[in-house]
């Protein structure tokens, strides 16, 4: 299961671009809080204990308790980070409150386990999906979904109800979706040409087309001597 991970917050008021340039400058990372029938909050959190958090973590479905200064405990899931796109600094943040007695739900990468027996005699894994949607109450949010796939050969795939889901947990596609198969390798025969093959006489290329073409007729000779 994902672990909940510790986040302080403090409040902060709404204020203009050169404010939050100077924010982030001092370590501080923008956020809002917002759902889960609570008021909108805006807040800052510290830059440096939330990149800590990011880099423990195995997927991008975290679960925050965040510690608001005056504010008491928040448990969030977090909804959007944006990053700039030329240092990668975290620019801003949006918590999505959450009560943990209600069903969240969530895009959760998918971890395929050994190497197929089909692949091993020369077959190809085809992974059709990366990741799957599912619903659970928050202590039950897992971090990535396993599958062992190796007992499979050609022609096997993986369906969604073949999965072994975590206690609590449930798929929002049907049981027949395909996540992933394993398929003959395709050979791709390219067909060299030979020269001059299937030409018809007369094509340019065909033996013997031209052979007494182009001799001046004083050249000629006609059988039995010359002419009197």
């Known amino acids: 299961m994902s672990k909940t991970q510790s986040l302080k917050a403090e409040p902060r008021q ?3 671009t050169g404010v939050l340039k100077r924010m982030r400058r ?6 809002v809080v917002y759902g ?3 008021d909108n909050r ?3 959190v510290i830059a440096k204990e939330f990149q800590d958090i990011l880099a423990q973590s195995a997927s991008a479905n975290i679960l925050i308790d965040l510690q608001i200064e005056d504010g008491g405990n928040q448990l969030a899931f977090l ?3 944006q990053h ?3 240092t990668g600094n975290v620019l801003h943040i949006d918590f999505l409150a959450i009560d943990q007695n209600t069903e969240i739900t969530a895009n959760i990468p998918i971890e395929l386990i050994g190497e197929p027996e089909g692949v091993k005699m020369g077959g190809l894994l085809e992974e059709l999906l990366h990741s799957l949607e599912i619903k659970c109450l928050p202590k039950d949010l897992p971090e990535t979904i396993k599958a062992d796939i190796t007992e499979f050969e050609i022609g096997d795939a993986l ?3 073949e999965i072994e889901w975590p206690a609590g947990v449930e798929p929002t596609l049907e049981s027949d979706v395909v996540v992933a198969q394993v398929t003959k390798a395709r050979v791709v025969e390219e067909e060299e040409e030979v020269e001059g093959e299937g030409l018809e006489p007369g094509e340019p290329g065909a033996e013997g087309e031209g052979a007494a073409e182009g001799a001046p007729e004083g050249e000629k000779k006609e059988e039995g001597g010359e002419a009197s």
């Open 14 to 16: 709404r204020t203009g």
């Open 26 to 31: 001092d370590g501080y990372v923008p956020s």
């Open 36 to 38: 889960g029938g609570v």
């Open 42 to 44: 805006n807040v800052k």
């Open 79 to 81: 909804q959007d980070v």
């Open 84 to 86: 700039d796109p030329l």
């Open 159 to 161: 369906h969604v109800g």
